[in-house]
């Protein structure tokens, strides 16, 4: 079964407050048709996947054999997986499955060895860096386990410079200071704007990390292990917050998880095994 065929957990009558109101039926299958384009942009963007992985398949370089001839690891093996906005999808699977392979070729970060993958209906596997890089800080948000922020800058600062780094200057720069404090409300955190990551919990770092990456208002949410450094409460509460901003800002969001009890959080789950998804 394609994942994309994988019915959702519970549907979305709660979309009401997207800022994107054409969410809408039906959703493209694994076999439906992409959208129309034009100069290699969707003509109706909001008609296709925010993710589309057709057949994908990743092998890395692994050394050599006896012989000394060179071997590989097959990490993704021919993927086929829809993402639409509105939805989080869980992304469950043992150690080594090939779930954060998944997330980088997903990122444009990683070019897949074979298949296809689009974003807003454009296919990125022929693109040049330029425009992946372009992709990626335009189209995609990402949350590592590890919230990676600088240790000088305040948690308004991380955010700013985020939509700083993805080329916003003077007045966008000012609209950048706003949307950061709106984005730090979204996440629990309004009087922690001017505070330093030392000055904020595991988890508090978590949510700036996840304020950040919709900085540049995203349509695609990939994260990887959100909850791995934190407790169970904590774990909860991030999970919880991921699903309501991925349907309170229409994201398409893929969620990499190893605790399965905050898998109903999620609109649907996907789970892979040996480079497959089931
Ligand atoms: N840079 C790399 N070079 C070679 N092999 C790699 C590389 N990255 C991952 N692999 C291999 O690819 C396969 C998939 O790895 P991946 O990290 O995607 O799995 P995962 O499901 O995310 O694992 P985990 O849950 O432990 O993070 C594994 O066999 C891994 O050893």
Redesign the pocket.
């Known amino acids: 079964m394609h994942a994309s065929d994988a019915e959702p957990r519970h549907r979305a009558d709660r979309h009401e407050g997207h800022r994107h109101a054409e969410h809408h039926e039906p959703r493209h299958g694994a076999g439906s048709e992409p959208a129309p384009r034009t100069g290699g942009l969707a003509v109706d963007d909001a008609a296709a996947a925010a993710l589309s992985a057709r057949d994908v398949s990743l092998e890395?370089?692994?050394g050599t054999d006896a012989q000394g001839r060179p071997r590989t690891?097959r990490?993704l093996d021919r993927v086929c997986l829809d993402l639409h906005r509105g939805d989080m999808t869980a992304l469950i699977?043992?150690?080594?499955?090939?779930?954060?392979?998944?997330l980088a070729v997903a990122a444009a970060l990683i070019k897949p060895t074979s298949g296809t993958v689009s974003v807003a209906g454009q296919e990125l596997t022929e693109l040049p860096e330029k425009e992946l890089a372009k992709i990626r800080r335009g189209h995609t948000g990402m949350v590592f386990q590890q919230p990676n922020l600088l240790a000088a800058l305040t948690s308004r600062e991380q955010l700013v410079l985020a939509a700083h780094v993805a080329g916003a200057r003077g007045k966008d720069l000012r609209a950048a200071r706003s949307r950061a404090d709106e984005l730090l409300e979204q996440v629990g955190l309004v009087d922690c704007g001017d505070r330093r990551p030392h000055q904020l919990s595991g988890g508090q770092r978590q949510r700036v990390n996840i304020a950040r990456a919709l900085m540049n208002d995203p349509q695609l949410l990939l994260v990887d292990e959100p909850t791995a450094a934190l407790d169970q409460e904590r774990s909860r509460s991030i999970m919880e917050l991921l699903a309501n901003l991925t349907h309170q800002f229409s994201l398409a969001s893929l969620v990499?998880t190893?605790d399965t009890e905050f898998v109903p959080l999620a609109d649907r789950c996907v789970r892979?095994e040996d480079?497959r998804l089931q």
Do not use: E, I
């Not at 699977?93 to 998944?102: F, N, R, T």
């Open positions: 890395y370089p692994d690891v990490a699977g043992p150690s080594g499955s090939g779930k954060s392979s998944l990499v190893h892979m480079g």
